[in-house]
């Protein structure tokens, strides 16, 4: 097997410049309060990761929307209160803000 060659301290210097810049880059859309509309309830159709697709009740019309920090436990089929974007940012359209709790029967 053949030795590998090492990185030049240019090619070291650029491939970490390149981590860095990466790494300082905001991957998740910031929503201001301004750009949302008014609390709806919805339907989690799917969840994957900090996204999940929300069918509003009152429409039936799905959204992709993203999840608040602190919600942990979504799975399909459970209730939410969110909120649409007044426009959407890379095909997201709204932020879900909280789970309903489930009624015992």
């Not at 030795?3 to 090619?11: A, M, V």
């Not at 905001?26 to 697709?53: C, N, P, S, Y």
């Not at 959204?63 to 426009?87: A, F, P, Q, T």
Request: proline share 1%; net charge positive; aromatic share 2%.
């Amino acid at each position: 097997m053949a030795k590998k060659k090492k990185l030049t301290k240019g090619q070291v210097r650029r491939v970490r410049s390149n981590q860095k810049k990466k790494l300082a880059k905001e991957e998740t859309i910031q929503w201001d309060e301004t750009m949302l509309g008014a609390v709806k309830q919805g339907l989690v159709i799917t969840r994957f990761g900090q996204h999940a697709d929300i069918e509003d009740l009152e429409t039936k019309e799905i959204h992709r929307c993203n999840l608040r920090r602190g919600i942990e436990s979504l799975v399909s089929g459970d209730r939410v209160k969110w909120r649409i974007g007044l426009e959407s940012m890379h095909g997201i359209s709204g932020v879900v803000e909280a789970v309903e709790q489930e009624h015992p029967c």
